[in-house]
């Protein structure tokens, strides 16, 4: 199978949208950042991870899970949908909190990776201001990107560069099939608030959508007629329009 190439972020129409003349949400390199994400929106906070986390970058991907009520199995050809090959993909079970930010750090120590992902719900024992600075003397170090992606988990002081707010949104309809009355849902959408980012437009939504054709993300903000909102987005979504991120299915 034909692995897509990596999302293609590096181009100046990926990172700004004319309109709006503002950067599209990153996953920096060298940087630690939190993703949050509701019960419902674990896939979209997965993908958002995965997809932003490994752009343009070789390597393996470390996925440090904990223990998760209800975790997502990892599907090869969604994350090939990604641009990640599925052979790079290293996973790591911990057994508890403080085994999870242990075999982090030492990921984050570990120059060559493309990603360390730790994968926890609800509070993270032991995760703060302290350990979040040696997530952050780490990754600056070997210029490896750490992402905490946190379900059903409040935010709490630390030292992340970023900090997000994912969640599924409404898809932007398709050109109806000639004699059909009902526009086709489009392609995966997820709405992302930026939380906190050091030096970027922290408070500012975002609509992204999955372009499966490139592997990336792009920037619809504003195309569904207004500012997006993520509980909006809960109440005014049509029947079949808000869509699971469609290379990823629970396990």
Partial sequence: METPSAPILSSPTWRLRPALRRPMPVLAAGQVHEVHGEGDDRAAGLAFALGLGTANRQGAVLVVRGALRQGLGLYGEGLARLGIDPARLLLVEARDAAALLRAGLEGARCPGLALVLLES????????????????????RTQTPLVLLRHAANAQPSAAHTRWQVASAPSLPLEAPPGAQVRPPGLPMIAVEALRWR?????????????EQHGGFRDTTGSLGGTPNRNENARTAPSGAVLPMAALRTG
């Fill in 121 to 140: 719900e609800g509070p993270l024992k032991g995760y703060d201001l302290t350990a979040s600075r040696r997530f952050v003397l780490a990754a600056e």
């Fill in 199 to 211: 030096g970027g437009p922290a408070g500012q939504t975002w609509h992204l959508q999955w372009d």
